[in-house]
């Protein structure tokens, strides 16, 4: 996991690189589109593993996830074998359940996807809960702004 420029201030956005493999291109060599959520989700990983959030262990004892809610992907340009992309994630905002994220996957700083990811806080039964007081507070400190 690298970080990005914009770390030092409250807005950080976290960035994760990563290398394009066969098994993520069609045959000509082309990302395959679905590839990119793949992509986006590696990011949104790594970034609560930096803030010090163990997604297992919410899972284990208090049986938490954070599946995606609603998913948003334009995609400017293609990601070709090879490449070398960095996905940014920023947290856009947090409210009692749910999480707000804006996410760009770069290389070499150009766009090539950018998406808006809302995720929800549920139980194992799906039904919505409250997140918790240590998971909240380590995203409001990433988030451009708290509701």
């Not at 950018?114 to 809960?129: F, I, N, S």
């Amino acid at each position: 996991m690298t970080t990005t420029a914009a770390d030092t201030g409250a807005t950080a956005a976290r960035a994760f690189r990563l290398r394009v493999y066969w098994e993520d291109t069609d045959a000509a060599g082309i990302v395959y589109y679905a590839n990119f959520l793949k992509f986006f989700e590696r990011g949104r990983s790594e970034m609560v593993r930096a803030v010090g959030i163990d997604q297992a262990a919410l899972l284990t004892g208090q049986g938490i996830v954070f599946p995606v809610r609603r998913c948003e992907i334009d995609y400017l340009a293609p990601a070709r074998l090879g490449d070398e992309l960095d996905v940014h994630t920023t947290v856009r905002a947090v409210g009692g359940a749910r999480v707000d994220l804006d996410q760009d996957v770069t290389r070499a700083g150009a766009v090539l996807a950018r998406g808006k990811v809302r995720l929800a806080c549920t139980g194992r039964d799906g039904r919505p809960r409250r997140l918790p007081a240590p998971v909240r507070a380590a995203l409001s400190a990433l988030a451009i702004r708290s509701c």
